[in-house]
């Protein structure tokens, strides 16, 4: 065999051990909670999905509830549109999170109730300059 078959061989060898690697690893995940699927709350209740999930919408106002024994427990109204999906979360929360907060939260839907081990609220727009004019940088500070 001469070497410009020989290699041709090595390079189409490496390219399909690459290929199985990342379809072994896409199949079978070391970590099953980082497999959490973006889903709406009308597919959620709709097909009654039980599988982890992420779901997104705001926080109804006046319905987040703090318990008094253990103040990381935490239960609230996640809307997104029109529907509105009871959530439980024992965690730290985040300190943005407040009636009318954009959020994120995994967890997964048990008998009308959606369990939530992370919650991750969209920064306030007061934190967020525009980055394309840079008259709106404030580099006064970083000078001190």
């Known amino acids: 065999m001469n070497s410009n078959?020989?290699?041709f061989l090595m390079i189409i060898g490496i390219i399909g051990v690459?290929?199985?690697?990342?379809g072994w690893v896409s199949m079978n995940p070391a970590d099953e909670k980082a497999m959490a699927t973006f889903v709406s709350v009308d597919e959620l209740l709709e097909d009654n999905i039980t599988h982890r999930t992420k779901l997104g919408g705001l926080v109804k106002d006046g319905s987040i509830v703090?318990?008094?024994?253990?103040?990381?427990?935490?239960?609230?109204?996640l809307k997104e549109g029109d529907l509105e999906l009871n959530i439980k979360y024992d965690r730290?929360?985040?300190?943005?999170?407040?009636?009318?907060?954009e959020v994120i939260v995994t967890?997964?839907?048990?008998?009308?109730v959606f369990y939530a081990d992370e919650l991750q609220t969209k920064c306030a727009s007061?934190?967020?300059?525009?980055l394309r004019d840079e008259n709106s940088y404030n580099l006064s500070e970083i000078d001190s």
């Open 107 to 112: 967890g997964q839907y048990v008998n009308g």
């Open 66 to 77: 703090i318990s008094e024994t253990n103040h990381l427990d935490c239960s609230f109204v």
């Open 18 to 22: 690459v290929i199985f690697w990342i």
């Open 5 to 7: 078959k020989k290699f």
């Open 126 to 130: 007061r934190y967020e300059g525009d």
């Open 92 to 101: 730290t929360r985040p300190d943005l999170f407040k009636d009318g907060a």
